[in-house]
């Protein structure tokens, strides 16, 4: 199974910190991923929460709605910008990785897994 699938469940967990203080909100301003998450199930879902997102529209998908003219329904929006902006996302992840510790996640508990992708984290800030 890829990661697409896991997208909402995942996305249900999440909770998002206010600037203002108080009660952590459950819907991000917006939503960058990469062609693997552009499902019709997905797209659907952020829509109806009303969630801005920046997935890229595969070739075949694109290709495809082309195909099938007027009942193609129109053309995803795509800020080419904000997608160019995941990769510092990526490059942390990948770097965070570098550390086998959490690379392999050996750690049984979340809280123990948490520590440890936050002094993993520091490291890196101080490395800078």
Known sequence: MGDAPQLIPVRER??????????????????GGDKAYSSRRNRRYLR????????????SQRANRQRRGSKGRRPTGFDRTA????????????????????????????????GTVTVAAIRLWLRG
Do not use: C, M
């Open 83 to 114: 997608y160019n902006r995941r990769n510092a996302v990526e490059r942390t992840v990948n770097a965070l990785k570098n550390f086998r510790v959490v690379a392999t996640r050996f750690d049984k508990r979340v809280y123990v897994f948490q």
């Open 14 to 31: 999440i909770h998002v910190g206010r600037l203002s203080g108080g009660r952590p909100g459950t819907w991000p301003e917006h939503l």
């Open 48 to 59: 109806r929460r009303q969630i801005n997102h920046t997935i890229p529209e595969p070739k």
